[in-house]
């Protein structure tokens, strides 16, 4: 039984694109289905959609009402649960505050990446603090092709990055979601 409360962030800003200039992505929705759907597996707090457009909120908040009020929501009552946990924020400081204000404490952040940084940590080792620490953490994680360095940086924790055998390294976000998510609150199945 793990004590932290822990919560999930898409950020789409500040992001690189493959020429690693600083840019601001777009939602998808198989993101928000499949990464809703992850949070409520696994008992994640709240999956926070971190978009600074107000046009974004709109496209995300009509998703959503479709699955919540809408004929989704009796069609697929699943759905409506997965979909409960998705809050919308402008930003990473609004996502912060809203942690704070619901548990008293400043959350870790814990950033994803397929780089590794000076402060990357295994995944066991985050496992271990997810399971024993009382704090609130935050698990960001990126679109386009990752997260800007200087946000990285100031993160508490970097996670490993996912390693598979076939030296290709580009997963879909909502695929590293679910891969991350399982070996941090999933069971402990290997030991």
């Not at 046009?55 to 009402?65: A, M």
């Not at 399982?182 to 199945?189: K, P, T």
Request: net charge negative; glycine share 8%.
């Amino acid at each position: 039984m793990r004590k932290a409360k822990v919560y999930i962030a898409l950020l789409h800003y500040p992001m690189y694109n493959k020429r690693m200039d600083t840019i601001t992505t777009s939602v998808t929705n198989l993101d928000l289905h499949d990464i809703s759907r992850v949070a409520r597996t696994y008992d994640v707090e709240r999956f926070f959609v971190v978009h600074p457009s107000p046009g974004q909120h709109r496209l995300v908040e009509e998703i959503v009402s479709y699955w919540q009020q809408g004929f989704g929501g009796s069609y697929n009552p699943d759905r409506k649960e997965a979909f409960s946990r998705l809050q919308i924020a402008d930003n990473l400081g609004e996502v912060l505050a809203v942690i704070e204000d619901e548990t008293g404490l400043q959350p870790d952040t814990v950033a994803t990446d397929a780089r590794v940084y000076p402060n990357t940590v295994s995944y066991k080792r985050m496992k271990d603090e997810i399971h024993n620490s009382a704090r609130p953490f935050l698990i960001l994680f990126g679109t386009g092709w990752g997260m800007e360095k200087g946000l990285m940086d100031s993160c508490t924790y970097v996670l490993e990055p996912i390693e598979g055998d076939a030296g290709y390294n580009h997963l879909s976000v909502r695929s590293a979601v679910s891969i991350i998510i399982d070996r941090l609150l999933g069971g402990r199945w290997f030991e």
